[in-house]
């Protein structure tokens, strides 16, 4: 059974830091490209980050370039979302993704993010 869940999220205030995690099980995690992604109230769900199988390459959302990090742990099945200079408009759920074609794609539940003083 596939599994991708998502934790570490919360409230924190704005220029503040959380460090998302997505445990993966069920899949062969390495040959799988892992995004996070985000939606907020009323909104579209948004591409955030990318990170290729290898990890070689990382994709940003030009919104979040330059605070937030993606990163993998092969051995662990578990990808990560960094989160640095955090706004009030980065106040979303944030879902993790695995790829490995357009038919073959898996999501977690999402967790909370809140940004607010």
């Known amino acids: 059974q596939v599994q991708l869940v998502e934790s570490g999220g919360g409230l924190v205030q704005p220029g503040g830091s959380l460090r998302l995690s997505c445990a993966a099980s069920?899949?062969?995690?390495?040959?799988?490209?892992m995004s996070w992604y985000r939606q907020a109230p009323g909104e579209k769900r948004e591409l955030v980050a990318l990170?290729?199988?290898?990890?070689?390459?990382?994709t940003y959302a030009d919104s979040v370039k330059g605070r937030f990090t993606i990163s993998r742990d092969n051995a662990k099945n578990t990808v990560y979302l960094q989160m640095n200079s955090l706004k009030p408009e980065d106040t979303a759920v944030y879902y993790c993704?695995?790829?490995?074609?357009?038919?073959?794609?898996?999501w977690g539940q999402g967790t909370q993010v809140t940004v607010s003083s």
């Open positions: 069920g899949f062969t995690f390495s040959a799988y490209a």
């Open positions: 993704n695995a790829a490995a074609s357009s038919s073959k794609t898996y």
């Open positions: 990170i290729t199988r290898t990890g070689g390459s990382t």
